[in-house]
């Protein structure tokens, strides 16, 4: 079966540091793997998706993630935070072998520090 | 354009009273998703449809709940007798197909008292 490990439930970071917020997951061939962010008071909305095309994917606002079939890890990373970047993060994992069942990861707020 | 809207937004039920959540897709999505969200933890999957066919409901707690899509588009999903270990949001989401991106409601908060 397949599922997904955020390592982090809390990040903290200073405005303009590096965001790195990590995701693991476990499936028996290369899934379709998503990001997507929950600010508060708001729904979930999609940040990027990795659908097996290049593996360095660009999202919206300035982030991006690498997917790593040898580390199993899908990694979002943002080179400079904002404030706006205050939020709930979370990782995604779906098909082709579970169907199209979307497994989410417990998630990681980021905080950002003036 | 309308993006995926739920109702009611919030619903308190008491113990063993059965609730019915609504979702309205976007016009034209295919596939459509329900999650359960507890507080802090992220969506765990419930079923999922494509137009009126249910193609996955292993995500289901228990035989009280049940969901259904009768005419490909609004989607209702049913919690009969509910118990306090329901509360949660219920979020929905479509899409255009299975792979692509999904887009999510705004939730239905149910509180059981």
């Known amino acids: 079966a397949q599922s997904v490990t955020q390592l982090g439930s809390h990040v903290s970071v200073s405005e303009g540091a590096l965001v790195l917020l990590r995701c693991n997951y476990s499936?028996?061939?290369?899934?379709?793997l998503f990001w997507y962010v929950q600010y508060p008071n708001q729904g979930l909305q999609l940040l990027l998706k990795y659908t097996s095309a290049a593996t360095l994917v660009k999202g919206i606002n300035g982030f991006e993630a690498e997917f790593k079939k040898s580390e199993t890890s899908f990694h979002l990373t943002k080179p400079s935070a904002h404030m706006s970047d205050a939020a709930e993060y979370f990782c995604a994992v779906s098909g082709p072998t579970g169907g199209f069942k979307t497994i989410f990861g417990a998630g990681t707020r980021l905080f950002v520090k003036a | 354009g309308a993006g995926v809207s739920q109702s009611p937004r919030y619903k308190v039920a008491k113990r063993g009273q059965d609730v019915a959540l609504r979702c309205d897709p976007i016009?034209?999505?295919?596939?459509l998703f329900w999650y359960q969200q507890a507080l802090g933890q992220g969506p765990e999957f419930l079923t999922y449809f494509q137009n009126e066919a249910q193609l996955d409901k292993s995500g289901l707690p228990s035989d009280r709940f049940f969901a259904e899509r009768p005419e490909g588009s609004v989607s209702t999903l049913k919690i009969q007798r509910t118990q306090q270990e329901d509360s949660a949001v219920y979020l929905c989401?479509?899409?255009?197909?299975?792979?692509?991106?999904?887009?999510f409601g705004p939730g239905t908060r149910l509180t059981v008292t």
């Open positions: 499936s028996s061939v290369p899934p379709y």
């Open positions: 016009s034209g999505h295919v596939s």
């Open positions: 989401a479509s899409s255009p197909d299975l792979r692509g991106e999904q887009y």
